[in-house]
């Protein structure tokens, strides 16, 4: 086990994709099953700057991914048949679930139609106050507001500065650093006060953008109806939960929770921490939401399901279906399970 963990991770990601060798690894690494990330799903764009591209896949991808699940055989199952694997130990054929983040429109428009031909559940995770239209999406805004400018001034740690961002490798560049600099500020708070002032120089509205992307409740109440859909709550403001005191973060998850209940007349038993990182959830969050009694809650760290997993129910990983990376082969690699030990250095669970 040592000595094979030791030539993987010499031999790189790129070099296991080449070979096959991720093949070799499955039954080590692809674990029982896996619950896949989706955010935007929607035809490509022809935009040379993309930052958030590997937020979004195309709905030929989707097909294709849905396809290649059917090919091996993979179940394609609910959360709740999911998590009823887990305690029962049902694990003779491999499954994948399906999650959606945020509640954007195109999940309706162009992920439900393909969803539907394959008969495949989805859940969607629904940011409250992204479905009121009052939500701040900012990581969209930082890409609207570079997009249009040549430069941009940031206040960062006190100073005014000056950032180029009049091509294509410059404004990516700004976006890294200024993507990176938000997620630090030390409050959600902070981040929206900063982008919302950030986008009245670049005269764009920050404040219209959850409307103009996410379904409204009205939109909701029909899209929940389809009974391939599984509506759970992303809290109110999409927040980084560790930011907040223990009792605003347990406020931010039961409150959307029964938002979400009142407005769509149906119980919420689901949830996903937003960006779902090591610096966004972890103990204390994995608690209060074992404490609030969710059937599971996902994470974003990256990992496939193991039976242990069954004890840990709201702090699951995920495997993203990242943008940048719609391929069969990239596809195949995920799949195995093989680039999530990598990254995890051949460790299981991580529900710390
Ligand atoms: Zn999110």
């Known amino acids: 086990m040592k000595k094979l ?29 896996f619950i896949l990330m989706l955010h935007h799903v929607r035809p490509a764009s022809a935009a040379a700057f993309q930052p958030n591209r590997h937020l979004e896949i195309t709905p030929d991808f989707l097909a294709t991914t849905l396809q290649n699940l059917r090919a091996h055989d993979i179940d394609i199952v609910s959360l709740d048949e999911a998590r009823h694997r887990l305690a029962t130990r049902q694990f003779a ?9 945020d509640g954007y429109r195109d999940n309706r428009d162009y992920a439900l139609p393909i969803m539907r031909r394959f008969e495949a559940p989805m859940t969607v995770y629904v940011a409250s106050d992204f479905a009121a239209g009052t939500g701040r999406l900012w990581w969209v805004a930082l890409e609207r507001c570079l997009a249009r400018s040549e430069a941009v001034t940031v206040p ?19 976006f890294a650093r200024l993507h990176d600099h938000f997620r630090s ?9 900063a982008i919302g002032a950030l986008a009245r120089r670049c005269g764009i509205d920050d404040a219209t953008i959850s409307r103009e992307l996410c379904l409204s409740w009205d939109e909701l109440k029909a899209f929940a109806a ?56 972890g103990r204390r969050e994995f608690d209060i939401a074992t404490t609030l009694g969710f059937d599971t809650a996902v994470t974003t760290r990256p990992g ?49």
Request: proline share 4%.
């Open 5 to 33: 963990r030791s030539m993987v991770i010499r031999l790189g990601l790129e070099t296991m994709a080449s070979t096959g060798v991720y093949r070799l690894l499955q039954p080590l690494t692809g674990g029982v099953g």
């Open 93 to 101: 054929r491999r499954f994948a679930v399906f999650t959606f983040d």
């Open 156 to 174: 960062i740690d006190g100073i005014e500065t000056r950032i180029e961002t009049a091509t294509a490798a410059e404004k990516q560049a700004a």
């Open 185 to 193: 500020l030390p409050t959600d708070h902070d981040i929206n006060a």
């Open 226 to 281: 389809d009974p391939l859909v599984t509506i759970g709550a992303h809290t109110i403001s999409h927040c980084n939960l560790a930011h907040e005191t223990a009792e605003q973060a347990r406020h931010e998850i039961v409150a959307s929770r029964e938002r979400i209940a009142d407005a769509l007349e149906c119980p919420v038993r689901h949830f996903a921490y937003p960006y779902g990182d090591k610096a966004a959830a």
């Open 304 to 352: 496939m399901l193991f039976p242990g997993h069954v004890d840990h129910l709201t702090a699951l990983p995920r495997l993203s279906l990242n943008g940048n990376f719609q391929t069969g082969r990239a596809l195949s690699v995920l799949m195995s399970g093989a680039a999530t030990a990598l990254w995890n250095g051949f460790r299981r669970i991580d529900a710390q």
